[in-house]
């Protein structure tokens, strides 16, 4: 990830190798006397909260202008104290009649240089260095973990970058990826036997779930248990990529060959594989592989029946394996990935605590991704490193309140419906799809088509395919027969509300 540092440091000297304002000399010996005022008025304790990392940067006669490293903290100060720290500045700056809190930013107020870069292998305290994102918030810069971000390769063939953080081990494991976990795991243990696992493996679920991650996690495993086995990772937008220089420089056969040799061939995103001739030689690489014996693992945003550009033959391929959904996370592994982060911050600085009530408090309102309760920890984290302050309630409240007001109502889909359903009914999503005619089965699909018209944007056609390639006339005769039901039907309303309240969250 591209980032920008606050102060860029040089390797060998250590000194800021920006051209930046620097602060005045009278700025700074005043702005150390307002300090101390203000610690003397507000306690040690408020003061090393919210002020230690401010400084005194320029005074033009009537404004006093101050610095800190991060918005978050500009906010609160702005909120809760610029009074107070108005009248302590005007005690030393005379003529002072406002006070500016500003972010410290590249090529702006200089800001202290960043700690030089430590393994993290030692307690010692990481570097507190941030870029900017487009909203102007400051964002904790990921630093190179000590072990480089490692690529695939078969026969000189590139693959898509790994992530050393994505292994089995990192991987939290509860009811909504059980299934996926376990089958990606097999994958990995069996790549080299006589008969292999599940394959080809095909892993769906919306962003931010762990898709990638375990396919960065079964390329990490093959390569510590079978170093000699070909294994090959990318993302479909680089094998299009690929794909097309090929054609460009005339060798379309040379680019088929590099794949002969693959033992297990990890494909992401699959529903970005775009152009007619890509989508074909995709399809014969496939089959190729398939046919060899070799593992093929996909992992997309859709299940295979709901990508259209695939062509029934390969659609039957890929559902041939095992297709597994990874479904939202439920509070306890919501709970149980928040921990894991958390440790892992601690592993490389022991003294960072995160209090219980706010681990649940992050349970309670970020529901949407593994991938936002990681960032969730990690703007924690960079705030505790400026703060050094224990992280109560209030202070994760205001670092996720946009996380939580960007939150866009969950979109429902079909699949969503279909499983909170069968799970409801105790059915099995095959006998909501099946022909079957008894009651027990006939109830819960009409329930759930009536549901897909209510809460989905779906037309009655695409309704009736998904339920089992119905026609529309089923699907219209089963929402007529749920509406006639709810007049003076106290019990299914209710039971409709909840079914509703659990496909919203």
Request: charged residues 25%.
């Amino acid at each position: 990830m591209q980032t920008i540092e606050t102060a860029d440091v040089s390797a060998t000297s250590g000194t800021d190798t920006r051209r930046a304002i620097a602060p005045t000399n009278t700025a700074s010996s005043k702005g150390q006397k307002a300090r101390a005022m203000l610690r003397a008025r507000l306690g040690d304790e408020t003061f090393t909260s919210w002020f230690n990392a401010l400084e005194f940067d320029d005074f033009d006669g009537k404004t006093v202008k101050v610095s800190v490293p991060v918005k978050f903290l500009r906010n609160w100060i702005q909120s809760h104290y610029i009074d107070d720290l108005l009248q302590c500045a005007q005690a030393e700056f005379t003529g002072a009649e406002r006070i500016e809190v500003l972010v410290r930013t590249p090529g702006g107020i200089s800001a202290r240089p960043a700690a030089p870069i430590k393994s993290p292998s030692s307690n010692a305290d990481l570097p507190r260095a941030f870029s900017m994102d487009s909203a102007g918030s400051a964002q904790p810069v990921v630093r190179p973990l000590p072990v480089a971000i490692g690529r695939t390769h078969v026969a000189g063939f590139e693959g898509s970058p790994l992530d050393p953080r994505y292994t089995f081990d990192s991987f939290v494991v509860g009811s909504a990826n059980r299934m996926a976990h376990a089958g990606a795991q097999q994958v990995a243990e069996t790549v080299l036997n006589d008969s292999p696992g599940f394959n080809p493996l095909y892993i769906h679920s919306q962003v931010g779930l762990g898709k990638t991650h375990l396919l960065h996690a079964i390329a990490w495993e093959v390569r510590r248990r079978a170093p000699q086995a070909q294994v090959l990772y990318l993302t479909a937008e680089c094998f299009r990529y690929r794909f097309v220089e090929a054609l460009r420089s005339s060798d379309p056969l040379s680019f088929k060959e590099k794949f002969r040799s693959i033992n297990v061939l990890l494909i992401d995103d699959l529903e970005f594989m775009q152009g007619e001739k890509t989508e074909q030689e995709f399809d014969h690489i496939i089959n190729a592989l398939l046919d060899g014996g070799r593992h093929v693992v996909v992992a997309s945003a859709r299940a295979p029946g709901q990508i259209e550009r695939l062509n029934e033959r390969m659609r039957s391929r890929l559902q041939r394996g095992l297709v597994t959904e990874i479904n939202t996370f439920d509070h306890e592994l919501r709970l149980k990935v928040l921990e894991q982060r958390v440790a892992e911050k601690r592993a490389n600085d022991p003294s960072f605590e995160v209090p219980r009530e706010v681990i649940d408090l992050l349970a309670d309102k970020l529901t949407e991704s593994g991938r936002e309760l990681e960032g969730a920890v990690t703007r924690l984290y960079a705030t505790w490193q400026y703060m050094r302050t224990p992280l109560k309630l209030d202070i994760a409240e205001t670092v996720i309140r946009d996380l939580v007001q960007g939150v866009e109502p969950r979109r429902i889909k079909i699949e969503d419906i279909l499983r909170i359903v069968s799970r409801h009914f105790g059915v099995s999503k095959g006998d909501l799809l099946s022909q079957r005619r008894h009651r027990s089965v006939v109830w819960p699909r009409q329930i759930g088509m009536y549901l897909a018209k209510q809460l989905t944007a779906r037309s009655l056609p695409e309704i009736g395919r998904r339920f089992g390639n119905r026609d529309h006339t089923t699907v219209l005769h089963a929402i007529r027969k749920i509406d006639n039901e709810l007049n003076g039907n106290t019990r299914l309303r209710e039971e409709l509300e909840e079914l509703k309240k659990l496909l919203s969250h």
